[in-house]
């Protein structure tokens, strides 16, 4: 096995079916920062911003930044920043060696080294893939603004620790410095999610300013608000967990070791508002969408795309599947799935052009993908964050159109179930979600108040009339998998009753 590792000085040695950048990646300067630089930014934001260099945009180099682990600076830095990119579809694998990332910094290590790079004049977009929990957000939407990481930035701005601590004192020193502020992306699955980080940024800011009040220095929320652009996009690519064997394999290809390959599909697409006040690189030339409005796009992949992926994770996860493919080759759970669709469909926009036959068609596509292997428990994991855009809001919007969300229901049940399944018939840390720690403190209770204490626990139709209805369903979908498993309420569908 070699011992050789990709970096700048062996790139050029690869194989020739091997992809490499096609530019000088020393004439590049940084042009954004990204925050949560995992797998998924890797396979989606850093490849499309590596077409951008290769096309001779060479202002737009990526400065990544890991809020929490040191885990892909350890395994990329030595790399140059380099790493594979390996498509896999059904009919074989194309690799590709993205070179976008300039250099990785890790947060809790040196917190001034990263608002340095974000109060950089030469950079012009801030980018986010640090998934939905980081966000902060309490069970009602809001900041959660007794998160201890919150009221750490608070009375500690020069050292952040979250995404918001971080944008809002980055704005701040660019404000004194006369320097124009960057553009905030958001590439999370959020609802709205520029919006949404506008909010929260703007609710953070503000509890700031009440604290400069004093020195007579309080106008950072008011700039934010004035200044700063927030454009939504919604992005789409399956990219699964990197496994040992994955390493292995793209070492024998490449003829050198590469710490962190990631794998994906050959699909990818980005919808982003095109409001860039300082600029952007040329994405529309790639592939990228450039719209006026990104929420019937967000719509429909969130809740076909996602919302099917989750009800394929729990559903799979009961039924023994370990990956999405296998789960989907199940004939119930692909019965299920088209008739989520069918109930999830009618919520979405009408008048905004959605071919939703062709999306869920290619989505039915890409779910049996076999060299893929997405794994179910991948999915799993963060299910009281990610439930409430992908399920719940389109139960609550066929409850108001009078009709019966029996389907998506049972995604929310099949999430309860799976939790409860961990160290039984699951593995006890098979995933994770936020709220592992209060539901475990739940206890024993009769399934329509135990549906019930979990909503309140994640907030799931928090204040909506619908609410009750919801639970009735959950609890009346719990009753059967408790009974006889995913089988008994996959073929209770059509006849389910409140509890």
Known sequence: MTTRRLCNDTVRSLPASVAIPAYDRAAVAPGIVHLGVGAFHRAHQA????????????????IGVSLRSPETRDALTPQDGLYTLAVRGS????????????SILVAPEDPGAVLAALTDPRTRIVTLTITEKAYLRAADGSLDEKHPDIVHDLANPGSPKTAHGFLAEALAHRRAAGTPPFTVLCCDNLPANGATLHRLLIAFAKLRDDRAAASGDALLAEHIVDAVAFPSSMVDRIVPATIDADRARIAGELGVQDAWPVMTEPFRQWVIEDRFPAGRPAWEKFGVTMVEDVRPFEDMKLRLLNGAHSGIAYLGLLGGHATVDRAFADPAIREFVDRLWAEAIPTLPRDAGLDTSAYTAELAERFSNTALAHRTAQIANDGSQKLPQRIVA??????QAGLVPEHLTLVIAAWIAACEARGKDLPEAHFTDPLDTALAALGEQPTLERVAAVFDLAGFASGKPEKQALIELVAAHRVHIRQGGIALALAALGKTRRA
């Open 91 to 102: 009919d074989g694998e194309a690799l590709q060696i993205i070179g976008s990332i300039q």
């Open 47 to 62: 490849a499309y911003v590596d077409d951008c260099l290769a096309a001779g945009e060479t202002g737009w180099g990526i």
């Open 394 to 399: 389109s139960a609550i919007e066929r409850i």
